[in-house]
């Protein structure tokens, strides 16, 4: 596959959505072909198990959490993200299987091993070629949620869950160093975008290598 696939990760409130319009420009100036898209969601069926995950008043066990969170994704695989790629685009995610590490691993304890079993079920060997990770102490994070929207599903779970998503996050960077970037994104807007631009060149020369 040609494309080139990026994701943007990290804990609810940690700034993705934020900068995603710099990494639009920067990509928009060197003419790159691209598809924008998220998880859990990107397809119609996707946007469906969206609705039903995040919204506040569904019970569901961290087992059904899990299979929908894959069975979105797979969708989404086959749907959207490996065409796009065949095609030579870029595909950008907002998140990725590291949030299915952090949140379903981390935050609700699964075990790692039964993600990995998944993952490698669902994608085989397919990992993103970049998945930057935004990231910001966990208080920082709730407070900017709780100023920003109506929490959902996800975002009225406690501190202590957050602190663990965000260790799966930054122990899944630290183990695979080429294909992560960190991003400390509770700097000014300035300083990410220096980071990002950086982050960005990198991949993009990267890309053009495999051409
Ligand atoms: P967001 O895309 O608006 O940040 O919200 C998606 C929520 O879904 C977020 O709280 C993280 C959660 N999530 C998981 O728990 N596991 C996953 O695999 C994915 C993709 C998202």
């Not at 420009?25 to 859990?40: S, V």
């Not at 609705?51 to 299979?67: C, G, S």
């Not at 075990?111 to 397919?126: K, L, Y």
């Not at 663990?164 to 960190?182: G, T």
Request: hydrophobic share 35%; with cysteine; charged share 25%.
């Amino acid at each position: 596959m040609n494309g080139f696939f990026l994701v943007l990760d990290g804990i609810d409130g940690a700034g993705k959505s934020t900068h995603l319009a710099f990494i639009q420009q920067f990509l928009a100036n060197e003419r790159i072909q691209t598809l924008y898209t998220r998880e859990p969601g990107g397809t119609e069926l996707g946007e469906k198990l969206r609705y039903l995950l995040l919204h506040k008043d569904n019970e569901i066990t961290p087992d059904t959490e899990t299979l929908l969170m894959f069975a979105a994704r797979s969708q989404h695989l086959q749907q959207l993200i490996y065409p796009a790629l065949r095609q030579g685009k870029w595909v950008i995610s907002d998140r990725f299987t590291d949030a299915s590490y952090a949140y379903q691993s981390g935050g609700r304890q699964i075990p790692t091993e039964r993600i990995a079993t998944i993952e490698n079920w669902v994608q085989g060997d397919f990992r993103p070629d970049m998945t930057i990770i935004f990231d910001v102490p966990v208080a920082i994070s709730q407070e900017r949620v709780a100023k920003a929207r109506q929490k959902d599903r996800f975002e009225q779970e406690d501190p202590a869950f957050f602190a663990r998503v965000r260790q799966v996050y930054l122990q899944q960077a630290a183990k695979n160093p080429h294909r992560y970037a960190v991003i400390d994104s509770n700097q000014d807007k300035q300083m990410v975008q220096n980071h990002l631009l950086h982050i960005l060149s990198g991949c993009l020369k990267q890309w053009k290598g495999k051409q």
